[in-house]
């Protein structure tokens, strides 16, 4: 495990220890787990599209991101993501909760809960915040846990995104059984990206599971390559948030 991970690691339990991941009063949109998963399941090109401030590697990514999640999450649904990605993470990620809250609100698209879940304590939270899907690493939980969490997740009515970074991580991943099993091109201890050793990793995905493919993704040669791979998501981040017109970034790679 990279020193990187093992400092977000180590800051994510000081905050549950604090209680800071208490749950709030009930969003008044729901969880909806299955509607996040049939709309990654739809024909066609399926992206989602995600928001978050900065990343221990790319540094700061938006400016002011607190004022701008409405826009983005708007750009998003009008140009015709699935669903949407929210970086929440605080110390290592510059995110805040409650954007889960707002980018679900102004855009009413399904919505991804992008943490280092460790605690069901953390699923209660994500539930609070009426997001539809909550992110589990593979690397950064043990086997006993994430399957704990894969059948929390599943009673809560949260669907799970379980994300390997490898090959070997592929297998640990599946036998969880998620809803969608994505693969992250960006390697958790150099945190650079290669989408040339995510390509020949869809067909190592058992039947079942969702494909996935995280980082990476800058054009639509890059989407052609991945589904004739077997990718049948894709997360795109970055390429998003840097552009001067998301919605049309993303009407882009989505034709």
């Known amino acids: 495990m990279s020193a990187v991970l093992d400092r977000i690691l180590a800051d994510k339990r000081i905050r549950l220890a604090r209680g800071e991941y208490s749950a709030k009063a009930p969003s ?20 989602v599209a995600e928001f978050k401030a900065r990343s ?34 605080q110390d290592h990620f510059g995110g805040k909760p409650e954007w889960v809250t707002r980018a679900k609100r102004i855009s009413g698209l399904p919505v991804l809960m992008k943490d280092f879940v460790l605690s069901e304590t953390q699923l209660d ?46 297998p640990r991943a599946a036998a969880v059984d998620p809803d969608v099993l994505g693969v992250n091109a960006r390697d958790l201890a150099t945190f650079e990206t290669d989408l040339s050793a995510l390509e020949p990793l869809a067909v190592e995905i058992p039947p ?48």
């Open 208 to 255: 079942g599971p969702l494909r996935l493919a995280e980082s990476g993704v800058t054009s639509r040669d890059d989407v052609s390559r991945l589904t004739a791979a077997g990718w049948e998501a894709f997360l795109i981040g970055e390429t998003l948030l840097r552009s001067d017109d998301p919605e049309q970034k993303l009407r882009e790679l989505a034709r």
């Open 56 to 89: 221990p590697s790319a540094g700061e990514i938006v400016t002011g991101a607190d004022g701008k999640v409405e826009t983005f999450a708007l750009a998003y649904r009008r140009g015709h993501a699935a669903a949407i990605s929210v970086v929440a993470e």
């Open 125 to 170: 939270f994500a539930v609070s915040l009426g997001a539809d899907a909550v992110l589990l690493v593979v690397r950064a939980l043990s086997e006993n846990d994430l399957s704990e969490l894969r059948r929390g997740a599943a009673a809560r009515g949260l669907a799970v995104v379980v994300e390997a970074h490898d090959r070997e991580e592929i």
């Open 28 to 47: 008044a949109a729901g969880s909806d787990g299955a509607r996040f998963v049939a709309s990654l399941r739809e024909p066609g090109i399926r992206i």
